[in-house]
């Protein structure tokens, strides 16, 4: 991840204008989008991520009768516009499985036999204690990587659809409405997200998703619904926290705010990343004293409370250092050598503040003050020595293990890049050596990375990361980077240098919907991604193995033998379902089937069912 200072975050969040760059832009047509401006140098260029290498199937009788032919993916990102269906991929039916209260996601592609005008789908729930939200997925041009030149044509945003129209994004925030015609030979996806009520009943329901188009297009599915008999258990020493780019919400209303933090909770998030933690009074340093004043961190507390994130979260206080210094009239080059002795002490007071003041606010907070350093940051080592022992926990992120072995002793929660533990004996050596220093294992590299595939089209990436991966290695907390991070025009992938140079590509798990062009006082609310909606797919992969494990050790300790040969059985079973799940690095190309994340989730549901008796 990359840091960006506070005046380089609010011109990303309220946008810039060409002639902020002292340069003319030129405008380009990418992907049949025209985007007014784009960066300037060498044009951009359609890369393939994938080849169309087989021949789709021969259309059935009743698939010619109406037009079309409905296909499932293995992945939901798997789908492109003029993808046609692999012959294991026809579907005449769907299905999925749910615990009250839950939601699920169920996709499937529509390949165009003839053109298609109005394309609808309709879902008519027959009396099935569920709801059902249909969207489509919109294909768009992305870039391959953060500077890239080269772009590929992905779906990621999922956004509504009925009566013949699709919702589409414009530019800056905006939707509008457009009819959805595929042409012959094209393909559209839908996107299903079927929630159970919290006391829905247990059994299998027959719902009927119903496809049509102008004039006479009709395709029926039968999408059967098995609500299963229990709920999901979440464990309560896991933590995942969310870099929420919490500078937009500076020009919100705390009802907006609270909707978003509201949404950040469905997902399965427990805490966020870089908020703020307050303003020290700084005027008695010298005398040894300071106070802090917490009321940003307080508000944002009970707001995130009241939302259903109960926290800890991690608050940025960088810059300190330089701060403190200048209020103790120390000419010091805070990048090279030893600080003065009194310069630590002023930081170690101000952290004994910011403690004293936050102590009764109602969630922990962890300080945060350098981004991935390296083990020859000799900053980043001192300004953590110093929170810590003024008494803050810490956090930090890190791709270089020297700063590991350099600050290990300052740091409560270490943070590894997820390619540091992605593999069984790295993320073992990783967990016994925080257990040795009493540190938390957490890590990071879920949400909208690019390196060096995106992870912004597909499933497997962020609900493997966030799922399978985070039980795998047995950390305490997994880390999303980043929610909401737009370079200039928030639609416009291809626009972002002069906000950021080094990675102009813009960084979004989820994407804004906005009344008026980069006016977040007008948002309302963010437009699901499958990346997005990938994470909350996880971390509930993650609470039906947790789910599982609780019923063994109740089975275990009940009075029946029966029972208890059951749990041995079902405890052999999670072992070898966790271990048939290869290791591999989220932040890399997918390396198997996002299918065989649904075939364990399926499993362990009918173990726990089988458990329950």
């Known amino acids: 991840m990359m840091r960006i200072t506070p005046a380089v975050a609010l011109v990303a969040l309220l946008g810039t204008s060409a002639l ?3 340069q003319t832009r030129p405008s380009a047509d990418i992907g049949g989008v025209h985007y007014a401006a784009v960066d300037p140098g060498d044009a951009f ?6 080849a169309v290498d087989w021949l789709p199937p021969s259309p059935t009788a009743r698939e010619r009768e109406a037009r079309m032919m409905a296909y499932v993916t293995a992945d939901p990102g798997d789908y492109k516009p003029n993808r046609p269906p692999r012959p294991e991929e026809r579907v005449s039916r769907l299905s999925t499985l749910v615990t009250p209260g839950q939601a699920v996601a169920v996709w499937f592609g529509i390949h165009a036999l003839a ?4 394309l609808d789908v309709e879902v008519d729930p027959r009396g099935a204690p569920v709801t059902v939200d249909v969207r489509h997925e919109h294909f768009w041009p992305q870039r391959t990587g953060w500077r890239s030149r080269q772009w590929y044509m992905t779906p990621e945003l999922l956004l509504p659809c009925s009566d013949g129209m699709k919702t589409v994004p414009t530019q800056r925030g905006l939707l509008e409405e457009r009819p959805f015609d595929v042409g012959q030979g094209g393909s559209a996806a839908f996107w299903l997200t079927v929630t159970a009520t919290e006391h829905a009943r247990a059994g299998q329901y027959r719902l009927a998703v119903r496809v049509t188009s102008r004039p006479r297009g009709e395709l029926l599915l039968p999408l059967t619904v098995e609500v299963l008999p229990f709920t999901l258990e979440r464990p309560a020493d896991r933590l995942s926290l969310l870099y929420a780019d919490v500078g937009r919400w500076r020009t919100m209303s705390d009802e907006q705010v609270l909707a978003e933090v509201r949404d950040f909770a469905r997902h399965g998030f427990t805490g966020l990343v870089e908020i703020p933690l307050g303003e020290p009074d700084l005027t008695g340093i010298a005398e040894g004293r300071a106070t802090f004043d917490a009321s940003p961190f307080r508000k944002l507390v009970a707001l995130c409370a009241q ?4 926290g800890p979260h991690v608050c940025s206080a960088g810059g300190m250092p330089e701060r403190v210094a200048q209020a103790l009239g120390i000419e010091v080059n805070l990048h090279a050598g030893e600080w003065p002795e009194k310069l630590k002490a002023g930081l170690r007071v101000v952290a004994r503040a910011a403690v004293e003041a936050t102590r009764d606010a109602g969630a922990r907070w962890y300080y945060y003050g350098v981004d991935e350093p390296s083990g020859d940051n000799t900053y980043a080592i001192q300004d ?4 810590r022992g003024g008494g803050a926990e810490t956090y930090a992120t890190f791709y270089n293990i020297g700063f590991l072995e350099k600050a290990s002793q300052y740091l409560t929660a270490p943070c590894f890049v997820v390619g540091l533990v992605s593999a069984r004996d790295t993320a073992r050596e990783a967990r016994e050596a925080c257990a040795r220093t009493g540190a938390e ?4 590299g879920s949400g909208s990375y690019v390196n060096p595939f995106p992870q912004e089209g597909f499933m497997f990436h962020n609900r493997y990361a966030t799922g399978l991966l985070w039980y795998k290695t047995g950390a305490r907390a997994q880390v999303t980077w980043t929610f909401c991070r737009p370079h200039e025009d928030v639609f416009n992938d291809f626009d972002g240098s002069a906000v950021n140079s080094g990675e102009p590509k813009d960084q979004a798990t989820a994407y804004p919907h906005l009344l008026k062009p980069d006016d977040w006082s007008t948002y309302q609310g963010a437009i699901p991604t499958i990346a997005w909606e990938s994470i909350r797919e996880g971390v ?3 609470a039906y193995l947790h789910t599982l494990e609780r019923a063994i050790e109740r089975a275990k300790h009940s009075a029946s033998a029966p029972r208890q040969r059951a749990a041995l059985r079902a405890e052999e079973a999670l072992r070898s379902m966790v271990d048939g799940i290869p290791w591999a690095n989220p932040m890399n190309s997918a390396t198997f089937s996002t299918q065989r994340l649904q075939d364990v989730r399926h499993k362990a549901a009918r173990l726990i069912a089988e458990l329950r008796g």
């Not at 260029?45 to 994938?50: A, F, G, K, R």
């Not at 939302?307 to 109960?310: F, I, N």
């Not at 953590?384 to 929170?387: F, L, N, P, V």
Request: hydrophobic share 35%; net charge negative; charged share 20%.
């Open 115 to 118: 053109d298609l005008r109005g």
């Open 540 to 542: 509930d992969d993650y």
């Open 307 to 310: 939302a259903g994130l109960p």
């Open 384 to 387: 953590y020595q110093c929170w």
């Open 20 to 22: 902020a760059w002292g």
């Open 45 to 50: 260029t359609e890369t393939s991520l994938s």
């Open 441 to 444: 294992f957490w890590w990071y």
